[in-house]
């Protein structure tokens, strides 16, 4: 049966927890059966009432401080109730009848605990110990408050927690300090209410101000110590690492931080001097460190023992324990701190206990080193053990329980530190036997090679007869390569001369036969003028009466032979014979462009004087519906050897016209287009397109091979195409061809106007 009686008194009203479990039950029976008065009722529920709880607080332990016994924990004095609901306010906790007292020096929550953990205790000063405070030398809680109670309610006398600013705090240290407010020889019940999202520990102490600052100086102290020991043994192996750049020291020195970053968070130092005014970071920060320091230590480990070469699979066993660090760290970040703290605790001692075995497994393969790191690990292991121990109430709270941490870490780091020095020994070791080795192997390789050295001399000697007759014999087949490559160059140069000599003859007879006809003309003519002349000349003779006949004769005879048709046509023949020359000193120049195909001297040249000349030469040979469209849009002097690239000219040409000329369906926009143009970096470029037949990607990629050719057996030598790469090539440029079957073909050279180096020639 439950039942609820309101509490009467002035100022307050509030309800007390059901009782309805306690040996007192009957009376609550009969009061409700018998339906008495209220005020009947009322008295006998109060007798009750203060019956039951007079009995319970006398069931409850009150601590007594003495004065000289010094600092104890005060957990067996403690009474606790986890609030998992959240269903009492302060102003309700002081009715619960639930609290429990676990009768240990320490109370742990191995797991974070949901809700409000409410712990209970009275003290009574009888012996007048002044300005008693309350010590809890944990600093991992996110929420902390001390009350005190005065007659049925709670008065607030400190709040704290790593979840608010440090400045927060009564007292400026790591741990959480309370003043008890209690005077003289009073006894009071007080409270203490706990939300954290951490595992909870409480070693509570109960101090006066002298003993208080004793213990925090202590604390400093021996931190200040631990602080300083790793600080030092980072910067020394900063420096060997500096020194010897041996990525042992490097990994080592990161351990080292993060394991001293790890302590010092544990111990709540990191709160205090590092980010006091940023207390987020005290929900993440000892699953963080904690887990980088095993990342890191397992790193080192696998690389200063040389897992890999001893027992590779085992490399594989610690990179899952790296894993599960690494989940704990995200399930930090992400909220579920309870699961990073259960990872941690489960890699922890897989971990300590796998580095043990593997260290002593190396070290009985006669790696020295790993026995150092053993003793460490064990030191370290040894320290986690008895830590354990005493938050298990196993072995009793003590100034060396407390440190031992400290301690263990402490030697441990001095160890590895040992064992990397050791190392450099084993290695100057290792090196000095090596030596002594290679010396020996030297030695013996000496005499062997002493001894080998005739049989060897008399081998060469053979060789290099043979060699020699070889190397005569590639000598003259290199010479004869090369006079067969000559005779190929110039077949293919006569080649390209041959195909023009009769079109070349053919266009100079032209001017020529023009000239040969205005001859006869003006022969005749300049004859008349003769003539004249030698009329003119024979008055000399002549006496003035005759003279002035022989003029009008003279006249007479100018005016039948008509004079100034006679000048008219002198000039129009002259200037006829004229354009000849002129026409057949064109041919002749662009023949002679070709006769010195083989000229070394590299000189200025206009491309498009070139590509002009190359156009005189091929005009016989070109189809008259053939046109010819010319854009030089590009500043046309370059610096190259003229001659072989008019030949690269000629050769693209002449193919292009070949191309057009063999096409089936022929339109009356066949043509060839030639272009200029400048582009970046100094450099020109020209391009040949034609409407031609064009080409397939297997002829693309093979045009430029020597003794290639799709024309027909006994057509063409296939050195053409292979002539103007080589020549392209020497102008340190680059020649690219667009071409599709049926669409013709692109050829684009890109050359640059100033040679920055020597070109070579091609013969």
């Not at 594989?316 to 760290?329: D, N, P």
């Not at 605790?345 to 075995?357: D, F, T, W």
């Not at 190392?423 to 090679?449: F, G, H, P, T």
């Not at 102008?731 to 013709?744: A, Q, V």
């Amino acid at each position: 049966m439950v039942m609820r009686i309101r509490h009467i008194k002035k100022g307050h009203t509030g309800y007390y927890h059901s009782f309805g479990n306690c040996p007192y039950k009957k009376i609550h029976i009969i009061i409700e059966t018998f339906k008495m008065n209220n005020l009947l009722k009322f008295f006998i529920t109060f007798v009750f009432f203060s019956f039951h709880i007079t009995d319970i607080q006398a069931k409850d332990k009150v601590l007594i401080p003495d004065a000289h016994s010094g600092s104890a924990p005060i957990g067996k004095y403690i009474y606790l109730f986890n609030d998992t609901l959240q269903t009492y306010s302060n102003a309700d906790i002081v009715f619960v009848d639930k609290f429990v007292n676990d009768n240990k020096d320490i109370t742990i929550f191995q797991n974070i605990m949901p809700g409000i953990i409410w712990a209970k205790f009275s003290i009574s000063n009888q012996h007048n110990i002044p300005d008693l405070n309350l010590n809890l030398p944990y600093s991992n809680i996110s929420e902390i408050s001390l009350f005190i109670k005065k007659g049925d309610s709670l008065e607030l006398l400190g709040s704290s927690g790593n979840r608010f600013d440090f400045k927060r705090r009564v007292v400026t240290n790591p741990a959480f300090v309370f003043p008890l407010n209690l005077s003289g020889t009073d006894t009071s019940v007080y409270y203490i209410k706990i939300k954290s999202s951490h595992p909870i520990l409480l070693p509570l102490f109960i101090s006066d101000k002298a003993e208080l600052n004793e213990t925090v100086n202590f604390e400093n102290l021996f931190f200040g110590l631990y602080f300083g020991i790793i600080l030092s043994l980072l910067l020394y192996n900063f420096f060997l690492y500096i020194s010897t750049k041996d990525e042992s020291y490097f990994l080592y020195i990161i351990y080292l931080f993060f394991l001293g970053f790890a302590q010092t968070t544990v111990s709540g130092y990191g709160f205090k001097y590092f980010w006091p005014n940023i207390p987020v970071i005290n929900e993440y920060a000892l699953p963080l460190t904690t887990s980088l320091a095993g990342i890191t230590g397992i790193l080192f480990t696998i690389y200063f023992l040389r897992v890999s070469f001893y027992f590779k699979r085992l490399v594989y066993v610690l990179a899952a324990v790296i894993l599960f660090y690494f989940i704990a760290i995200l399930a930090s970040v992400f909220g579920n701190n309870e699961l990073s703290y259960t990872i941690l605790n489960y890699a922890g001692i897989i971990a300590g206990l796998l580095l043990i075995i593997i260290s002593f497994m190396i070290g009985r393969k006669g790696y020295k080193p790993a026995y150092f790191y053993f003793v460490a690990w064990v030191f370290f292991l040894a320290g986690i053990i008895v830590f354990s121990l005493r938050n298990l109430n196993i072995i009793p709270y003590t100034s060396f329980s407390t440190y031992v941490l400290y301690i263990g870490s402490s030697v441990e780091a001095i160890l590895l530190s040992t064992a990397l020095a050791d190392k450099i020994n084993l290695l100057r070791k290792e090196k000095d036997e090596s030596q002594v080795y290679a010396l020996s192997v030297a030695r013996e390789n000496e005499q062997l090679i002493k001894e080998q050295n005739i049989v060897l001399e008399q081998k060469v000697a053979k060789r290099t007869d043979e060699l020699q007759n070889t190397n005569n014999q590639l000598s003259q087949t290199l010479l004869d390569l090369q006079d067969a490559q000559t005779q190929l160059v110039q077949a293919e140069k006569m080649a390209s001369l041959g195909q023009l000599t009769a079109g070349i003859a053919h266009e100079i007879n032209n001017p020529i036969n023009f000239v040969k006809s205005n001859i006869k003309p003006l022969q005749l003519d300049i004859n008349d003028l003769f003539e004249i002349i030698d009329e003119y000349n024979s008055l000399h003779k002549k006496d003035k009466e005759s003279v002035n006949k022989t003029l009008k004769d003279i006249y007479s005879k100018q005016e039948n032979i008509g004079l100034d048709f006679i000048k008219n046509e002198i000039q129009q023949l002259i200037k006829g014979i004229e354009n000849g020359a002129d026409r057949t000193a064109e041919i002749v120049r662009g023949l002679r462009t070709f006769s010195r195909l083989d000229e070394s001297e590299l000189k200025s040249a206009s491309v498009h004087d070139g590509l002009d000349s190359t156009f005189v030469l091929l005009r016989n040979s070109m189809p008259v519906w053939l046109k010819i469209e010319k854009h030089f849009n590009a500043n046309g002097v370059i610096e190259c050897y003229p001659g072989k690239l008019n030949q690269v000219f000629m050769n693209i040409l002449n193919n292009a016209m070949q191309a057009i000329v063999s096409k089936q369906d022929k339109t009356e926009n066949e043509c060839i287009t030639v272009e200029t143009r400048d582009i970046e970096n100094n450099y020109i470029q020209i391009s040949i397109k034609d409407t031609g037949t064009g080409m397939t990607e297997e002829v693309k990629a093979k045009i430029f091979e020597p003794f290639f050719t799709t024309k027909a057996v006994g057509e063409g030598t296939g050195l053409g195409m292979a002539i103007v790469f080589k020549i392209i090539q020497s102008h340190h440029g680059k020649i690219e061809i667009e071409s599709e079957p049926g669409k013709g073909t692109e050829f684009i050279i890109t050359l640059p106007h100033i040679q920055k180096e020597d070109i070579s020639t091609q013969k």
